[in-house]
């Protein structure tokens, strides 16, 4: 019954779509789509060479395998990233428009985004399984849903590839990671995230993806990677629409 009221639900949504315009979420001109293309050229280019293991933009001319200083320094427990442009305007915009704003129909853009930039990397690379970052209790309670969840759910469709909502759990609620000085964040997320006994099987041997909207300094994804490769993952992929640029 439940799968038949989303069917319903689904083939509603389309024909809504289908008979209504629709307006771009950047410049507000109509479009066939919630990004115009116009916007897409403008403002989503080409692919830039990132380090592959944190996605930093690196300077023009580095290789599909090259490393930044930072992670050559310290190695983050994760493995690679892939994202799909750098968090600046005006597309920090639209992300904060999703979290804060309730705007979910910009998280299948930004999966689908997601899912084109996986696309570009080779098939033996991709993970075996997906899981978004998880959200506190208090936090999930506040905003009603998981953007990380929400992004995933089309970047799974779009990739053919089995997406654990609840392969992760946060065991407490942390403070907002942007109110805390550099120096704060690891503290603050040490032993934040667990894999539930139920879900280690699946974790065990296999390569993980995880789902974020944003990558700031990576210390979120590092402390879930050093999680998942405790639980006995042996490789860790970072899936993120956008990167806060290092300065």
């Known amino acids: 019954m439940l ?8 083939l509603l949504a389309a024909r809504l779509r289908a008979g209504m315009p ?6 507000g001109c109509g479009a066939a789509s919630v990004l115009c293309d116009g916007c897409r050229q403008r403002y989503l280019a080409p ?7 944190c996605a930093t933009l690196l300077p023009a001319g580095a290789g599909a395998a090259s490393l930044c200083g930072s992670c050559l320094r310290r190695p983050p427990a994760f493995d690679a990233t ?11 915009q639209l992300v904060l428009d999703l979290k804060f704003g309730a705007q979910l129909a910009l998280a299948p853009l930004f999966g689908g985004l997601l899912a084109q930039a996986m696309r570009r990397q080779p098939s033996a690379s991709w993970p075996a399984l997906l899981a978004p970052v998880p959200l506190g209790g208090r936090r999930l309670a506040e905003r009603g849903f998981n953007q990380a969840l929400e992004i995933g759910r089309t970047l799974a469709r779009d990739l053919g590839l089995p997406l654990r909502a609840r392969l992760l759990e946060r065991c407490r609620d942390t403070a907002p990671q942007t109110l805390l000085a550099p120096g704060e964040r690891r503290a603050n997320l040490r032993q934040a995230f667990a894999v539930p006994a139920a879900m280690r099987e699946r974790v065990r041997g296999r390569h993980v993806g995880v789902i974020d909207d944003v990558i700031t300094t990576g210390v979120t994804l590092d402390e879930i990677a050093a999680t998942l490769k405790r639980a006995g993952a042996v490789r860790v992929t970072c899936l993120a629409f956008a990167r806060t640029p290092r300065r």
Do not use: I
Not at 3 to 10: G, I, N
Not at 82 to 91: Q, S
């Open 3 to 10: 799968a038949l009221l989303r069917h319903r639900s689904q």
């Open 47 to 53: 692919p830039a060479p990132r380090c592959r293991q």
């Open 82 to 92: 892939v994202v799909v442009t750098d968090y600046e305007a005006p597309l920090d």
């Open 22 to 27: 629709c307006c771009c979420a950047l410049c």
